[in-house]
T-cell receptor, first 114, second 115 residues
Framework: DSGVTQTPKHLITATGQRVTLRCSPRSGDLSVYWYQQSLDQGLQFLIQ???????AKGNILERFSAQQFPDLHSELNLSSLELGDSALYFC?????????????FGSGTQLSVL | DQQVKQNSPSLSVQEGRISILNCDYT??????FLWYKKYPAEGPTFLISISSIKDKNEDGRFTVFLNKSAKHLSLHIVPSQPGDSAVYFC??????????????FGKGTLLTVNP
């Protein structure tokens, strides 16, 4: 158990809809990261938050947004969903924000857009 | 443009033998490399890392080798055990962006260790 909790584990929705994925980092970790793993793709970095503030942005679509709340949990909002958004979304956390820190990953949210 | 490449989607080895997983990268700014292991229905877990100032790092049965001139790293598992069967991801980062963090992952290699 990594200590990172993601909910829900599975989500099935229709095109055009909006969903919210939730992540609780390990106790004491200040950084939260979101990754997307599509079929036959590696883990694609989406965005990082550190202590409530956006720290780094990757290949995140404009239809997607995220935030980190004062209690350090994070939410990833996906809107106007398309079939291609179907993927496994991972949240990870680390204590600080250094690039040589190891990340602790949750077990992911499997999103299916029908 | 895939900056971290794991060209072997899968690898099968016998228990007790050596497993060698390979990874190539194109970005010369990468200076820190990590391997993560992923079991089905679980998130990736950190396995081992290496800084670009080293060419080898060892942790028990796991050794990572880095060849900077070839932009190549490899993970050796000796001896391989059935419990090592998992997807292995190679990842790389650079410090040039200051405190900004972006870990670039490969697509992964599925290792199967047969009893």
């Amino acid at each position: 158990d990594s200590g990172v909790t993601q909910t829900p584990k599975h989500l099935i929705t229709a095109t055009g809809q909006r969903v919210t994925l939730r992540c609780s980092p390990r106790s004491g970790d200040l950084s939260v990261y979101w990754y997307q793993q599509s079929l036959d793709q590696g883990l694609q970095f989406l965005i990082q938050y550190y202590n409530g503030e956006e720290r780094a942005k990757g290949n995140i679509l404009e239809r997607f947004s995220a935030q980190q709340f004062p209690d350090l949990h994070s939410e990833l909002n996906l809107s106007s969903l398309e079939l291609g958004d179907s993927a496994l979304y991972f949240c990870a956390s680390s204590a600080q924000s250094y690039s040589n820190e190891k990340l602790f990953f949750g077990s992911g949210t499997q999103l299916s857009v029908l | 443009d895939q900056q971290v490449k794991q060209n072997s989607p899968s690898l099968s080895v016998q228990e007790g033998r050596i497993s060698i997983l390979n990874c190539d990268y194109t970005n010369s700014m990468f200076d820190y490399f990590l391997w993560y292991k992923k079991y089905p229905a679980e998130g990736p877990t950190f396995l081992i890392s290496i800084s670009s100032i080293k060419d080898k790092n060892e942790d028990g049965r796991f050794t990572v080798f880095l060849n900077k001139s070839a932009k190549h790293l490899s993970l050796h598992i000796v001896p391989s055990q059935p419990g090592d069967s998992a997807v292995y991801f190679c990842a790389a980062s650079d410090h040039s962006g200051g405190s900004n963090y972006k870990l670039t992952f490969g697509k992964g290699t599925l290792l199967t260790v047969n009893p």
